[in-house]
């Protein structure tokens, strides 16, 4: 396990490597001049000119990628072209609040998800599958941007239960997190339904209600921690998402969290800024896959790395 951890941190590290290049190179080929931007798009060439040299974007691109790459593998991603603060402030400002987001909302996507996958799978072709299938039909297929401004309108707006904009841990998150849960819990019901379904025709559930085991034994205690391993997977991949791919229901919402940052970067051209959360997106997404991968032995325990599977 040691051995395969340590393998595993070794071959990230190429990954970290392409990641922080892909950022690098992607800001230069976006369209758009940072300088100008900030110029405010004026034609005086004198101060342009001045505020690349600042900016340092005068220098060659070899010589930029060598200076940034030094820079940001101990952290330091420099100031934002806009407002001047070190980008790890902003990004530390607004990374906890995607965060909770993100959290609240996969709690609620595995509390409703899983179960309904459970009983889809159970009384498959029932009445509660049919009435999973179709929720998770309508959590795939309802646009995000339009529920959450439905969720508005009905819940803010008419019923005043709950508001429309705003960050808290209280009444302010509830709507961004439904909001936003739509697709994650459509997928992990989804998936649970679908692999627990295999693992009931296997040969083993088969052997033990040959043996006279009650079926609700045989899900709990057999089946169904078998048939978590692709969705230990999903949701590795699903939070992953969920932490950069709130930015819709963030601006929705008015919560400031990396969505709204992401937007405001993108928009202002603010190089330093921009790269910095997508360099901070990929490693989430490198450090999910890396979490989830070690975490099949507790799940399954018939898993053993570098060995063949029991």
């Given at each position: 396990?040691?051995r395969y951890?340590?393998?595993?941190?070794?071959?990230l590290?190429?990954t970290?490597?392409g990641?922080y290049?892909?950022a690098?190179?992607?800001m230069?080929?976006?369209?758009g001049?940072a300088?100008n931007?900030?110029?405010?798009?004026?034609?005086?060439?004198?101060?342009?000119?001045?505020?690349?040299r600042t900016?340092k974007l005068d220098?060659?691109?070899?010589?930029?990628y060598?200076?940034?790459l030094?820079?940001a593998?101990v952290?330091d991603?420099?100031?934002s072209?806009?407002t001047?603060?070190?980008?790890?402030?902003?990004?530390?400002d607004?990374f906890?609040?995607?965060?909770?987001l993100?959290?609240?909302?996969?709690l609620l996507?595995v509390m409703i998800?899983v179960?309904l996958?459970i009983?889809?799978?159970v009384?498959?072709d029932s009445?509660?599958d049919s009435?999973?299938?179709?929720l998770?039909?309508?959590?795939v297929?309802?646009?995000?941007?339009w529920?959450?401004i439905?969720?508005?309108?009905?819940f803010?707006l008419q019923?005043?239960?709950?508001?429309?904009?705003g960050?808290g841990?209280?009444k302010?998150?509830?709507l961004p997190?439904?909001?936003a849960?739509?697709a994650?819990?459509?997928?992990?019901?989804?998936?649970?339904r679908?692999?627990?379904l295999d693992?009931?025709h296997?040969d083993?559930a088969r052997?033990?209600?040959?043996?006279g085991?009650?079926?609700?034994?045989?899900?709990w205690?057999?089946?169904?921690?078998?048939a978590?391993?692709?969705?230990?997977?999903v949701?590795?991949?699903s939070?992953?998402n969920?932490?950069?791919?709130?930015l819709?229901?963030e601006i929705?919402f008015?919560?400031?969290?990396m969505?709204r940052?992401l937007?405001?970067?993108?928009?202002?051209?603010?190089?330093p800024?921009?790269?910095a959360?997508v360099?901070?997106?990929?490693?989430?997404?490198?450090g999910?896959?890396?979490?989830?991968?070690?975490?099949?032995?507790?799940i399954d325990?018939?898993i053993?790395?570098?060995?063949?599977?029991?």
């Amino acid at each position: 396990m040691t051995r395969y951890f340590l393998n595993r941190l070794v071959q990230l590290i190429p990954t970290i490597l392409g990641i922080y290049t892909f950022a690098f190179l992607l800001m230069r080929v976006l369209p758009g001049d940072a300088a100008n931007v900030l110029a405010g798009f004026r034609d005086d060439q004198v101060h342009l000119e001045n505020l690349r040299r600042t900016m340092k974007l005068d220098e060659p691109i070899f010589n930029q990628y060598v200076g940034f790459l030094q820079s940001a593998l101990v952290g330091d991603f420099g100031n934002s072209y806009i407002t001047g603060q070190p980008v790890t402030e902003m990004i530390g400002d607004a990374f906890p609040l995607t965060v909770l987001l993100a959290a609240v909302t996969m709690l609620l996507a595995v509390m409703i998800g899983v179960p309904l996958g459970i009983v889809a799978a159970v009384w498959q072709d029932s009445i509660w599958d049919s009435v999973s299938r179709l929720l998770a039909l309508l959590g795939v297929s309802i646009p995000v941007f339009w529920l959450g401004i439905q969720f508005q309108v009905l819940f803010g707006l008419q019923l005043k239960w709950l508001p429309v904009s705003g960050v808290g841990f209280d009444k302010h998150i509830v709507l961004p997190a439904i909001t936003a849960c739509g697709a994650t819990l459509a997928l992990l019901m989804r998936m649970t339904r679908a692999s627990l379904l295999d693992e009931l025709h296997q040969d083993y559930a088969r052997t033990a209600r040959g043996k006279g085991l009650r079926e609700r034994s045989i899900i709990w205690i057999h089946v169904l921690r078998n048939a978590l391993l692709p969705v230990v997977t999903v949701w590795g991949g699903s939070l992953a998402n969920l932490l950069s791919g709130t930015l819709l229901v963030e601006i929705i919402f008015s919560w400031p969290g990396m969505g709204r940052l992401l937007l405001q970067a993108i928009n202002t051209r603010d190089y330093p800024l921009l790269q910095a959360i997508v360099i901070i997106l990929a490693l989430l997404y490198a450090g999910m896959n890396l979490l989830v991968d070690l975490s099949y032995p507790l799940i399954d325990p018939r898993i053993r790395y570098g060995q063949s599977t029991a």
